[in-house]
Nanobody, 123 residues
Framework: QLQLVESGGGLVQPGGSLRLSCAAS????????IGWFRQAPGKEREGVGC????????YYVDSVKGRFTISRANAKNTVYLQMNSLKPEDTAVYYC????????????????WGQGTQVTVSS
């Protein structure tokens, strides 16, 4: 059974950092593109970024460019989302999901969603 588990969320002050983890069981993350998404209360789930399988290219939504970084730790079968210079508007539940080899701008192209991890940015 393919399963993803997100972790690493929490409460952080504006300007702070968090590193989220997306760990897989039942399959090898390195075979897939991995997308990170977030959903704030009352809002639709939106894409944050993605790392492709083929060449490790990364893509980010404009609002997080320069602040968030996605990376792989293949030995740990884990993908990370490093979040720096956090802002209150980054507050959301963060999810990871997989698809084929290439990233996509559409969340409906992704599958095997994890349960999410809460990130709250507040002073």
């Amino acid at each position: 059974q393919l399963q993803l588990v997100e972790s690493g969320g929490g409460l952080v002050q504006p300007g702070g950092s968090l590193r989220l983890s997306c760990a897989a069981s039942g399959f090898t993350l390195d075979y897939y593109a991995i997308g990170w998404f977030r959903q704030a209360p009352g809002k639709e789930r939106e894409g944050v970024g993605c790392i492709s399988r083929r060449d490790g290219s990364t893509y980010y939504v404009d609002s997080v460019k320069g602040r968030f970084t996605i990376s792989r730790a293949n030995a740990k079968n884990t993908v990370y989302l490093q979040m720096n210079s956090l802002k209150p508007e980054d507050t959301a539940v963060y999810y990871c999901a997989v698809r084929g080899h290439y990233c996509s701008a559409s969340r409906t192209d992704f599958a095997s969603w994890g349960q999410g991890t809460q990130v709250t940015v507040s002073s």
